[in-house]
């Protein structure tokens, strides 16, 4: 009895052992590849897993992603210049099987892979264009990566140019290319400024004598309005003066003699100025007339006393 309870408790501790090595956790950031007898059978998911002990066993992948430093190194350039030039490559797992069975080393194959191809990149570019290219330098470089590395079940994230140093003579040079450069613009903006600075002058002072000159103008025409009605304002009041006159010698219906002793004074004021020469009017005759007979009137009445 005592021999057989030993067998069942040595069976009954087995199993637990047995069910206890199958038992097999995997974390959230992992896939598990199931292998039986070296032999690739399933893909587990994160959790709590039962494998066959002995006989399976269970490889864990990292889904997270996987950063590769590129190690500096010295690239020609399509114009003959040596640069060192360093990346970092961002990966991420999308199938652990090919990333699993694949490839061996993966990170050792995509460092030497991203070197060879940041290589070629760099050196079909001069380096004006290799400095000022580093966003297409990074889409090129990661399109080549991620179409190589599809077959071992990555995918490339994002590629990234740490640095791309020229040599020291040719920084220098680059330097005092652009202190030349700044020079140039520094001296193009003040000549830019200056020649603003007189053409504005020069605009004020055309446009203060335009002014100046609309203002002359402006004063000069309103004084001759002023002028222009003075004059107008004294004709009409001459020829309504005149046409007052006519009508009060037409109503008052003068004679002869009357007209005769105005057109007298008249011809004593024309007499009095400086003209040498007097046009008489032709109808004189009729007027002197008149003139004759207010002299024999005056003469009759001289005569009249001593009769």
């Known amino acids: 009895m005592q021999q057989a309870g030993f067998i069942v408790i040595a069976f009954i501790a087995l199993i637990v052992a047995y069910v206890v090595l199958g038992l097999k956790i995997v974390r959230q950031h992992e ?7 070296g032999k690739y059978k399933e893909t587990l998911d994160p959790g709590l897993q039962l494998i066959v002990p002995f006989i399976e066993r269970i490889r864990r992948v990292d889904m997270r992603e996987i950063v590769v430093d590129v190690p500096p190194q010295e690239v020609i350039t399509k114009d ?12 991420q797992a999308t199938d652990p099987v090919k990333l699993v069975y694949n490839v061996q080393n993966f990170v050792l194959a995509a460092t030497k892979l991203a070197q060879t191809n940041l290589r070629n990149v760099v050196g079909d570019l001069d380096l004006d264009d290799a400095l000022t ?3 297409r330098i990074n889409a090129q470089l990661r399109e080549i990566l991620d179409e190589a590395t ?3 079940g990555t995918k490339v994230v994002r590629v990234e140019i740490q640095r791309i140093d020229p040599p ?16 140039r613009r520094a001296i193009v903006t003040e000549a830019e400024g200056d020649k603003r600075s007189k053409i504005l002058q020069a605009e004020g002072v055309k446009a203060s004598r335009i002014l100046e000159a609309e203002g002359q103008a402006e004063a000069i025409k309103q004084v001759a309005e002023a002028e222009k009605f003075q004059k107008l304002t004294v004709a009409e009041g001459e020829g309504q003066a005149i046409e007052r006159v006519f009508h009060a010698i037409h109503n008052g219906d003068p004679t002869d003699d009357l007209i005769a002793i105005k057109y007298l004074d008249a011809l004593q004021g024309v007499a009095n100025g400086n003209a040498t020469k007097i046009f008489l009017p032709m109808e004189m005759s009729g007027i002197l007339g008149s003139i004759g007979a207010i002299g024999e009137m005056f003469n009759k009445d001289g005569e009249s006393p001593t009769q």
Not at 168 to 180: E, F, G, I, L, P
Request: net charge negative.
């Open 31 to 37: 896939q598990g590849l199931v292998e039986r007898f």
């Open 80 to 91: 003959n210049v040596v640069v060192t030039v360093d990346a970092v490559v961002y990966y």
């Open 168 to 183: 020291a003579d040719v920084t220098q040079a680059m330097h005092r290319q652009m202190k030349a450069e700044r020079d």
């Open 133 to 135: 290219s580093r966003e």
């Open 150 to 152: 599809d077959v071992w």
